[in-house]
């Protein structure tokens, strides 16, 4: 079974600040306002979104831990929403024609409004996975959101320095040449 360390251990020594990062961001002390649950659905839902497949199946099996069957699958419903929603909605905040903001979508986003867990968890899922897509307009949307539902600015911060952090550790493993994909130095 993978355990932390071990995904540390992967990373080559440029990836020095990773290393410690990582430690720190999916702890309750380095991820202030944050619930042990929340740390790791936003660790799972953004490792997924970073589409490094071992590294998540790596982080999945230390977030089953903390996470029940519906919080696990949560984190990748918020992976596979937003990945078509920030696409879309990056498209119609950057297109410089407000008329296409006015169109209807005609996308199905059911799962938003019916997540399986609590709204402010799926927010800050949604908020953490299109901080990693890129998409401005649903990062502001899923922030006000988050903050409406009563989580707090340091809360938003953790979650995007989990985003910032698990992204960069995929990335950094796919494109490590002694482990392609991570997947040799994940392997349980």
Known sequence: MNTLDSIRDALPDYAR?????????????????????????????????????????????????????????????????????????????????????TLPARLRMNVIGNPGIAKADFELLSLAVSAINGCGACVAAHERQVRQQ?????????????????????RVLENTPSAPNGSEALAA
């Open 17 to 101: 600040d990773l290393k410690l990062n990582l430690a720190s961001v999916l702890s309750v002390p380095g991820a202030p306002d944050l619930t042990e649950r929340q740390i790791w659905s936003v660790a799972l839902a953004t490792a997924a979104a970073s589409r490094n497949p071992a590294f998540t199946a790596a982080l999945e099996s230390l977030a089953a831990a903390y996470l029940d069957r519906a919080h696990r699958d949560a984190a990748h419903a918020a992976a596979a929403i937003m990945g078509m929603n920030n696409v879309y909605y990056r498209f119609t905040h950057l297109v410089e024609d407000p008329e296409y903001a």
């Open 150 to 170: 009563g989580l707090g600015r340091e809360a938003v911060q953790s979650a995007v320095r989990i985003a910032a952090t698990v992204h960069a550790v995929a």
